[in-house]
């Protein structure tokens, strides 16, 4: 960890306008050139962090509290509202299970698709084309379409080509929610935190309190858009914990 | 041939992942489009062909048109229409199609529509490959201005990415454009000059042969692709300041509003 900072946010909110179609032409036509129809949710409330190169900050919240509109801010794919302050440093990928698979195409096509998303050349894919596919445990199927894969055979590949990638800032969805059987989940947190951990600054969401622990050098907590930020991982995890009281139902190891 | 598009790409020329992302993605569309299916790349030569076939039949036997070469006619314009139609209408999708690459990593989204137009220009290309094969079998000669033909499909490029890039950024917030510009590309295939010459329209409509930039640009394709056709630079001028304008409108708009358009997906 480093005094660099890799990602800044000050006073950052983002209100969705979100229409409610009427049926009739005159309706739609209406639609366009006024806000009558159109509900207002703020998905995003006043939000500020800072996270210096090299930490590992979690993000957790309840489905619909901003985490995944927060992660598409940072990307760039979504722009704040205005008054919000953002500022990222180098090169940004978001990996999620399956994001940027075309199901009607074989993983060799997808292996290329995905590393050519992702910024590799062709040449390097070529390189570590086989280490993928090896990684994956899906040599026997390569040249056949993504969609006569199991969910597991395509977390393996989509988490395969995911370790090859690289990039300053990694944003992680949800991403080992569903990676496989335990055998596969133990290689797969491994190689993570052997090729992906090191030096590189990272911002997870996940409902999993035990990836939070075990990784997390900070969390925020949403909750309704609005942020809490904790440098304390444990009194993030208990904050968040007693307010939607999750003690009995979330898994937390001692 | 399969393999052969499948390992196509610019190896000499490509030094730069944005140039070979761009090519990938072009590919995979392609390869989604034709080859994937029993028949491959023969759809992309069944659809044009078995359309002049019925057009042919219909305007030869029942309207009995007399014309030299009206199969090649026909061809030489349907092609130049179809890929246009094609390329509008799928590239009214692209941004909804490819929301899982833009959430996945920081890129110029434009790139997105360089691929689906580079896709489009290799259906076309094919076409046009089966174009010269029929002019070779019928013994008819090439267009006097053949070497001008780079710059005439030049001009076609910026006219239908600048209108797919439009499509692209209205579709989403006004679904209705699809059924609309659906009528439009109806009508404008039958205005545009593809069963007539668009000659016609110099003495009589002449506002609209320059209104509408399809009548010069397959005017200008025939004297390409054709014998005895002439060649037009005025349309060809007017097609290319329609073409950089409305490249450069799209652009504009998309820089503008593409990501006001995507938190609609």
């Not at chain 1, 005159?26 to 639609?31: N, R, T």
């Not at chain 1, 292996?111 to 070529?126: D, P, R, T, V």
């Not at chain 1, 026997?140 to 199991?150: A, E, G, L, Q």
């Not at chain 1, 496989?180 to 989940?185: A, H, L, R, V």
Request: hydrophobic share 50%; proline share 1%.
């Amino acid at each position: 960890m480093t005094n660099e900072v890799c990602i800044e946010m000050r006073n950052l909110s983002k209100t969705f306008h979100i229409s409610e179609k009427g049926f009739s032409f005159k309706d739609k036509i209406l639609d366009l050139v006024s806000n009558r129809h159109k509900m207002t949710v703020k998905a995003l409330d006043n939000v500020n962090l800072q996270i210096h190169k090299g930490e590992f900050l979690g993000i957790i919240g309840r489905n619909g509290s901003g985490k995944s509109t927060l992660l598409k801010i940072i990307l760039g794919a979504v722009d704040p509202d205005r008054g919000s302050y953002i500022k990222t440093r180098g090169k940004i990928v978001r990996l999620a299970l399956g994001n940027g698979f075309d199901l009607n195409l074989s993983a060799r096509d997808n292996i290329y698709l995905n590393g050519a998303i992702f910024g590799l050349s062709f040449k390097e894919i070529g390189e570590k084309f086989h280490e993928i596919l090896h990684f994956a445990e899906l040599e026997r199927f390569v040249n056949t379409p993504v969609k006569f894969y199991s969910s597991g055979m395509r977390s393996r590949l989509s988490f395969a080509i995911a370790l090859h990638v690289d990039a300053d800032i990694y944003l992680i969805d949800e991403f080992f929610a569903d990676v496989g059987d335990e055998i596969f989940k133990e290689k797969s947190q491994k190689a993570f935190e052997n090729k992906i951990l090191k030096g590189k600054t990272i911002v997870h969401v996940s409902h999993s309190m035990d990836t939070i622990k075990d990784h997390c050098d900070k969390v925020l907590v949403l909750d309704k858009g609005k942020g809490t930020f904790f440098n304390d991982v444990f009194q993030a995890i208990e904050m968040y914990e007693s307010k939607f009281d999750l003690r009995d139902t979330t898994r937390i190891s001692s | 041939m399969k393999s052969l598009l499948g390992k196509l790409y610019l190896r000499g020329f490509v030094s730069n992942t944005r140039i070979e992302r761009i090519w990938k993605i072009a590919q995979v569309d392609f390869k989604k489009r034709y080859y994937n299916d029993k028949f491959g790349l023969l759809w992309a030569l069944i659809n044009p062909l078995s359309q002049i076939a019925l057009y042919y039949f219909v305007f030869t036997r029942i309207f009995q048109r007399g014309q030299d070469n009206f199969v090649l006619f026909l061809f030489s314009g349907l092609i130049i229409w179809l890929a246009f139609s094609q390329a509008t209408l799928l590239g009214m999708k692209v941004l909804v199609n490819k929301i899982h690459l833009i959430e996945s990593v920081q890129f110029n989204w434009l790139d997105l529509y360089m691929s689906h137009m580079i896709s489009i220009l290799l259906g076309l290309l094919f076409n046009i490959a089966a174009y010269l094969i029929l002019l070779f079998i019928l013994g008819v000669n090439l267009g006097g201005y053949v070497y001008l033909f780079p710059v005439v499909l030049l001009t076609w490029f910026f006219i239908t990415a600048g209108a797919s890039i439009i499509l692209g950024i209205i579709r989403p917030i006004f679904e209705d454009i699809a059924h609309i510009w659906s009528l439009l590309l109806m009508v404008g295939f039958w205005v545009s000059g593809i069963f007539f010459s668009g000659d016609f329209y110099l003495s009589n409509y002449n506002w609209f042969a320059y209104a509408n930039p399809f009548i010069g640009l397959l005017l200008n394709t025939r004297a390409c692709l054709l014998e005895g056709n002439t060649f037009y630079p005025g349309f060809f001028m007017v097609n290319l300041i329609y073409g950089f304008v409305l490249y450069i409108i799209a652009i504009l708009l998309f820089k503008k509003y593409s990501k006001k358009v995507l938190e609609q997906l």
